[in-house]
């Protein structure tokens, strides 16, 4: 059964520091991995998708890396601002393309100005 | 400008009763999904729909009914039958099949009294 895991569940850095979330999952066997944002009570916004057959995807200030054959993804930020302080989550496609995601439980940002 | 929209944002609701979320999307989308997110864990997939006129189990089905009978829209009824229906849902759609990127409305939150 796949299961995902985002550490650590909490981050709290001042403004301007480059951080990375952490993904990692236990089945290898995955079509997709996609990171979201979620604002308090709000919707996910999608952030980046990455294929299995890709390594990496970057948008503006953020790079998401896949690693399948460890499991693991991370989420890298740079130059940190306060507007970017939400949860971040990650969730992998099962191998069947049917959209269906399993989520890891997310990491909560803090950026401090 | 396309989208997905979810109403009521916020909905309460006696024991026994039965409520209907409602769910639309101008995205021209084929695939709509239904999440249900409690706090602390991660998003649990209720229902989904491939195509008009037909819809799937997903991991946490029990005490929820969908229909998909247009496009555009893929309501989610909590029965009675649902024991702990307190939580946030979250609806999605996801376009072309290739890419299987997920985008999500804003969110319902059902509040049981």
């Known amino acids: 059964k796949q299961e995902v895991t985002q550490i650590p569940a909490a981050l709290s850095v001042p403004e301007g520091e480059n951080l990375v979330l952490n993904c990692s999952f236990t089945?290898?066997?995955?079509?997709?991995l996609q990171w979201f944002r979620q604002d308090p009570g709000k919707g996910l916004t999608s952030l980046l998708l990455?294929?299995?057959?890709?390594r990496e995807q970057t948008s503006g200030r953020l790079n998401a890396s896949l690693d399948k054959s460890s499991g693991r993804s991370t989420l890298y930020i740079a130059a940190s601002q306060p507007g970017d302080s939400a949860t971040y989550l990650c969730a992998v496609s099962r191998l069947s393309n049917t959209g269906k995601l399993i989520f890891g439980q997310g990491t909560t940002l803090q950026v401090k100005p | 400008d396309g989208g997905i929209t979810q109403s009521p944002k916020y909905l309460f609701r006696k024991e026994g009763q039965n409520v209907t979320l409602s769910c639309e999307q101008n995205l021209n989308h084929d695939a709509m999904y239904w999440y249900r997110q409690d706090p602390g864990q991660g998003l649990r997939l209720i229902y989904y729909?491939?195509?008009?006129?037909?819809?799937q189990k997903g991991d946490i089905a029990e005490g929820y009914s969908v229909s998909r009978e247009k496009k555009e829209s893929f309501p989610l009824t909590v029965t009675s039958a649902q024991k702990n229906p307190t939580a946030f849902y979250l609806c999605a759609c996801r376009g072309g099949a290739e890419v299987g990127e997920l985008f999500f409305g804003e969110g319902s939150r059902l509040t049981v009294l």
């Open positions: 089945d290898s066997a995955i079509y997709n």
């Open positions: 990455i294929q299995s057959s890709q």
């Open positions: 729909s491939q195509i008009v006129n037909d819809f």
